[in-house]
């Protein structure tokens, strides 16, 4: 079965530190690879997605992802965080021959000023 | 961008009661939604694909008889909770996936305490 792993649980860091959320799936396949982001008192937006092509992705709000397809990992980067990215992230996978979304346990990120 | 509303945002039952929560797509048609439960500190798991005009597709595990999804429009989804226990008590969330460009967009979640 599909499944994808967060491992950074809560993440704190200062305002201008850089930012690594690790994500890694299982399944064999081809997949379309996504990061959400979920403000306080919102709901999940997304932050950007994999499909195909240039493995380095770039998203919303000067964060980017890499898919390393050996390593099974899309992790999720940004070389500044600032105070407004303190929400939850979530990792989700979508192998190409089904409609299902199977997410990551989150990782709640913290920026202090 | 395009909008999901899902309602209500929190609901308080006593057990053995059903409660139902609306997922909206307020500009865009979906043939097809989704719905999900998160526990807390936990993974958003998948319960169940609807789908316009058929029966919903549920995930193994899922009670398809105390989880009533219907979505007789394209712009509307429910999840009834039947007979709801304390340990239905969870976040539910829908997604609805925009017809003209595939893109997926989602609810605020429902908040559901069964006392």
């Known amino acids: 079965a599909q499944s994808v792993s967060q491992h950074n649980h809560h993440v704190i860091l200062s305002e201008a530190a850089s930012l690594e959320l690790g994500c890694n799936y299982s399944y064999g396949g081809t997949v379309n690879l996504f990061w959400y982001v979920q403000y306080p008192g919102q709901h999940l937006q997304l932050l950007l997605k994999y499909f195909s092509g240039d493995p380095l992705v770039k998203g919303i709000k000067g964060f980017e992802a890499e898919f390393i397809k050996s390593k099974f990992s899309f992790n999720l980067r940004k070389p500044s965080v600032q105070w407004s990215d303190t929400a939850e992230y979530f990792c989700a996978v979508n192998a190409l021959n089904t409609d299902k979304l199977i997410f990551g346990t989150g990782t709640r990120l913290q920026v202090f000023p | ?115």
């Open chain 2, 1 to 115: 961008g395009a909008v999901v509303s899902q309602h209500p945002s929190w609901v308080i039952c006593k057990s053995g009661t059903s409660v139902k929560i609306e997922c909206r797509s307020l500009d865009f048609q979906a043939t097809t939604m989704f719905w999900y439960r998160q526990f807390p500190k936990q993974s958003l798991m998948l319960m169940a694909t609807s789908n316009e005009g058929s029966k919903a597709t549920y995930e193994q595990g899922v009670e398809k008889d105390k989880f009533l999804i219907n979505h007789a429009s394209l712009t509307l989804s429910t999840l009834t909770v039947t007979s709801a226990h304390p340990e239905d008590s969870s976040f539910y969330i829908c997604s609805a996936r925009d017809m003209a460009n595939e893109k997926l967009f989602f609810g605020s979640g429902t908040q559901l305490s069964v006392l």
